[in-house]
């Protein structure tokens, strides 16, 4: 499985981005699909995952700001972002569990500026 992450890019602080992660196969059938985030010197976090059946996690720094969401049509999983803080500023990374395997996609860059 490829992933294909994008829509970061520089907002201010209160603003909003939503992250676009695009599979190279069908993502109906992944177990689930993750939002981790690494900001400059510090370890890679999960911040939001959704299942194959709809099941959400959220970390407790995204919990209602921020909207994870998958379009098995389109074989992308979204990550709505809303009231974002400096804090939020990091490189994401969409994952993909397969049967147990770990696939990563090259990070989008999110900075939030106050």
């Known amino acids: 499985v490829q992933l294909q992450a994008s829509g970061g890019g520089l907002v201010q602080a209160g603003g909003s981005l939503r992250l676009s992660c695009q599979a190279s196969?069908?993502?109906?059938?992944?177990?689930?699909l993750g939002w981790y985030r690494q900001a400059p010197g510090k370890q890679r976090d999960l911040v939001a995952q959704?299942?194959?059946?709809?099941?959400?996690y959220y970390a407790d720094s995204a919990k209602g700001r921020f909207t994870i969401s998958r379009d098995n049509a389109k074989n992308t999983v979204y990550l709505q972002m809303n009231s974002l803080k400096p804090e939020d500023t990091a490189i994401y990374y969409c994952?993909?569990?397969?049967?147990?395997?770990?696939?990563w996609g090259k990070g989008t860059q999110v900075t939030v500026s106050s």
């Open positions: 196969r069908s993502i109906f059938s992944i177990n689930a």
């Open positions: 959704i299942t194959n059946i709809g099941s959400t």
């Open positions: 994952k993909a569990n397969v049967m147990g395997m770990n696939y």
